[in-house]
């Protein structure tokens, strides 16, 4: 786990993580190099420097410990294959899964309620439900439990 300087504010976190989640989410659906799509996003949305610092953090993160995070989840969403899941839902959560393990000076608790709010505001009706649950199992199986 490695800490993160103290400039990154709650609410400089807060849309870093919907900022993310887009920048993931056109990953998906759009066959560009992450830069290109980050320069893209950069150049046409004005977000402040702190959350736009943060959200890029994230979204390195995720894709660098991929491979890891949807074998996690994948243990913890039995019942649905990593690449069947909704692509909003899946990359809400590799972004709580990633925040969770590998940036320490964030509450686990916090992650996760930040994940369910993005998944209330850009998933569907369960997905929020959805979220929790997967998010939940792993923070008392994989970080509590430690």
């Known amino acids: 786990m490695e800490a993160e300087p103290p ?11 919907a900022i993310a989640l887009q920048v ?9 190099p992450l830069e ?15 959350s736009l610092d943060y959200a890029w953090k994230l979204v390195q993160g ?20 990593i690449e069947r899941m909704p692509f909003i ?4 959560l590799r972004l709580a899964t990633y925040e ?4 320490s000076d964030v509450p686990p608790k916090v992650s996760i309620n930040e994940a369910i709010e993005l998944a209330k ?7 929020s439900t959805f979220v929790n ?7 008392h199986k994989e970080i509590k439990g430690k």
């Open 7 to 17: 400039h990154f504010s709650r609410k400089a976190r807060h849309k870093a993580r």
């Open 133 to 139: 649950a997967i998010l939940d199992a792993i923070y």
């Open 36 to 50: 290109n799509i980050w320069a893209f996003f950069c150049k046409h949305y004005q977000y402040p420097k702190e």
């Open 100 to 103: 969770m393990l590998y940036i």
């Open 62 to 81: 995720v894709v660098e410990n991929q491979p890891q995070i949807d074998l996690l989840l994948g243990q913890y969403a039995p019942h649905w294959q």
């Open 121 to 127: 505001i850009y998933g569907s009706k369960t997905s």
């Open 24 to 32: 993931l989410y056109q990953k998906e659906i759009i066959e560009e």
């Open 89 to 92: 839902e899946r990359n809400i």
